[in-house]
């Protein structure tokens, strides 16, 4: 069965960093453009950021300069690097595989970006 495990999530002061990751399992991990996607409270989902299955990679306007996607096939991991987080970062952050027409999603890491 595929899945996909977030991690790394808590509560962090503006201007502080958090590290998080996507553990994936159940799918040819390395062949898949993997994705972050957020949603803040009441709002839609919002992309962030992608890297390919070749490792290119992508941001939203929002976090370009900020935050850092990346990936480690031999351990079937994805990460993202979020530094000088801003309050409007608070939200839940789900990873999302893709490759032909499927896809998988975690179950999301809430972030909370308060004083």
């Known amino acids: 069965e595929a899945q996909l495990v977030e991690s790394g999530g808590g509560l962090v002061q503006p201007g502080g960093s958090l590290r998080l990751s996507c553990a994936a399992s159940?799918?040819?991990?390395?062949?898949?453009?993997m994705n972050w996607v957020r949603q803040a409270p009441g709002k839609g989902l919002e992309w962030v950021s992608a890297i390919t299955s070749d490792g290119v990679t992508n941001y939203a306007d929002s976090v370009k300069g900020r935050f850092t996607i990346s990936r480690d096939n031999t351990k079937n991991t994805m990460y993202l690097q979020m530094n000088a987080l801003k309050p409007e970062d608070t939200a839940i952050y789900y990873c999302?595989?893709?490759?032909?027409?499927?896809?998988?999603w975690g179950q999301g890491t809430q972030v909370t970006v308060s004083s």
């Open positions: 999302n595989g893709v490759r032909m027409g499927r896809a998988y």
């Open positions: 159940g799918f040819t991990f390395s062949s898949y453009a």
